[in-house]
């Protein structure tokens, strides 16, 4: 088959990682798989694709852009079934394909988005969600909101949980970088990685780390439109020496092991993927209390009220302190992020390829 995942950019994110790895693993199975994303710019998710040989077609620099359509209406020409992700690739390539009658796919990789409290943008989204052929959510919750928001295509949704590498992620070996090793070796390290955007909350992470004693240390991995105001944050709560921002990062499962703690500080989800890859490394995974969330963690990590930075603190401290308990949360974790083995997903995306083309 030859398919097109199309996504908005190739930074760090659950639908970055989902593109990355279906891409890699179905190349592996002997597909043709290509990759549109709306925004080029140079990533380390981007490079790793680019090992695998696969084609990157690069429309430009922003999101919505609507001079994307006819763009992606002529590479959509060469390809057996279009896989979108993301709001403006499934709005733009269901525009795309108006009488061109590729077999089309998204996923739907949160829980809620802003267009369907709307008047208008509701419109658009459900005239949007009739024009594909399935539709693919990552979680329970997410499918049971779609399917109240859209009765009319539930007959057509189904779920397929994301997936890691789990056990590729366990034995990774823990990163040599000098200077975080220096300060691992002296302090406890909190670790977060997520892109820098509204739907995040690293603020009540920095917010915990303030109030706790200066041998607790917070690393951000990730990058986005938010960064520059979370960086005025940490200096205004004069924190420079306690939060570090390392990125965007190819060395995701080598960093994990370097941690002591996960984190994932969040408003809503749609499976949450880093929580997953947290779980694999064997490290205790906290995590907000919400939507997307609570399917993965609840009762193997420990969830916290959203936004309640003293509550998480609190988390934090125990998990310092009490060592048999970081354990016991640790092997949870671990048992729980064996249920989301990336095979399962690629499987049952690569059968859902084979049922819509028959």
């Known amino acids: 088959m030859r398919i097109l995942q199309v996504i908005t950019s190739l930074q760090i994110g659950g639908a970055e990682h989902v593109v990355v790895h279906l891409t890699k693993l179905l190349r592996q199975n002997g597909h043709v798989v290509d990759v549109v994303v709306f925004n080029g710019e140079d990533t380390a998710f981007m490079r790793e694709l680019k090992e695998t040989g696969c084609r990157i077609y690069k429309l430009g620099r922003g999101v919505y852009n609507v001079t994307y359509i006819p763009k992606l ?9 279009i896989h979108t992700h993301n709001s403006s690739p499934q709005l733009f390539a269901a525009i795309a394909n108006i009488g061109l009658g590729k077999v089309l796919i998204t996923t739907e990789h949160n829980t809620f988005n802003r267009k369907r409290k709307h008047p208008i943008w509701s419109r658009v989204d459900k005239w949007m969600y009739r024009r594909y052929e399935r539709i693919v959510c990552i979680s329970q919750q997410a499918y049971d909101n779609l399917s ?10 189904l779920l397929i949980k994301n997936g890691v590498d789990v056990e590729r992620i366990r034995r990774s070996i823990p990163l040599d970088d000098p200077v975080l090793l220096a300060d691992k070796n002296n302090h406890f390290i909190v670790l977060m990685v997520a892109a820098f955007r509204p739907q995040k909350d690293q603020p009540t992470l920095v917010e915990a780390i303030a109030s ?26 004069k924190l420079d020496e306690r939060v570090s921002f390392l990125g965007n990062r190819s060395d995701i499962p080598r960093l994990l092991h370097l941690a002591d703690v996960i984190c994932l500080s969040t408003y809503y989800e ?23 969330v609570q399917e993965i963690t609840g009762g193997a990590g420990i969830l916290f009220k959203r936004g309640d930075s003293k509550a998480l603190a609190n988390i934090i401290r125990k998990l310092h302190d009490d060592s048999a308990y970081y354990h016991q949360v640790a092997e949870r974790c671990h048992q729980r992020a064996l249920q989301y083995d990336i095979r399962k997903m690629v499987d049952a995306y690569e059968q859902l390829y084979h049922a819509v083309r028959q």
């Open 148 to 157: 109240v928001y859209a009765p009319d295509v539930k007959y057509k949704t």
């Open 212 to 237: 706790l004693p200066d041998q607790y240390h917070l690393w951000l991995a990730g990058d986005g439109e938010c960064r520059q105001h979370l960086i005025k944050v940490v200096k205004e709560g």
């Open 270 to 292: 749609g499976l949450s993927l880093s929580n997953i890859e947290g779980m694999s490394a064997g490290k205790p995974f906290v995590a907000s209390d919400v939507e997307g």
């Open 73 to 81: 209406r002529r590479i959509m020409r060469e390809y057996d079934i």
